[in-house]
């Protein structure tokens, strides 16, 4: 069972970035699926939640609500988090996770700078 988080990088304010979250070893179907994220020296903050089945229902945090929008490729056992309008406060690792399961990924790194 893994999962892969990529997409991170360098962005300026007000960019746009998307992270993506590739599954393996179990299929993202009927589950809760989630992004949290670890800004420098503060704890976990849960970023967006999905559930995966046919009725998919999606959530997100009131820091990220109307710039983050989740969705998933089920051909490719996908997620995405498309991140646009970023600020200095998004700067987090990004870890995606199946949490009732305690699946997590290595995480991605997001820098929000100029």
């Known amino acids: 069972v893994q999962l892969v988080e990529s997409g991170g990088g360098l962005v300026q304010p007000g960019g746009s970035l998307r992270l993506s979250c590739a599954a393996s070893?179990?299929?993202?179907?009927?589950?809760?699926m989630h992004w949290v994220r670890q800004a420098p020296g503060k704890g976990l903050e849960w970023v967006s939640s999905?559930?995966?089945?046919?009725?998919?229902?999606?959530y997100y945090a009131d820091s990220v609500k109307g710039r983050f929008t989740l969705s998933r490729d089920n051909a490719k056992n996908t997620l995405y988090l498309q991140m646009n309008r970023l600020n200095t406060e998004d700067t987090a690792l990004y870890y995606c996770?199946?949490?009732?399961?305690?699946?997590w990924g290595q995480g991605t790194q997001v820098t929000v700078s100029s």
């Open positions: 070893g179990f299929t993202l179907s009927n589950i809760w």
């Open positions: 996770a199946f949490i009732s399961a305690n699946y």
């Open positions: 999905i559930y995966t089945g046919d009725r998919s229902e999606t």
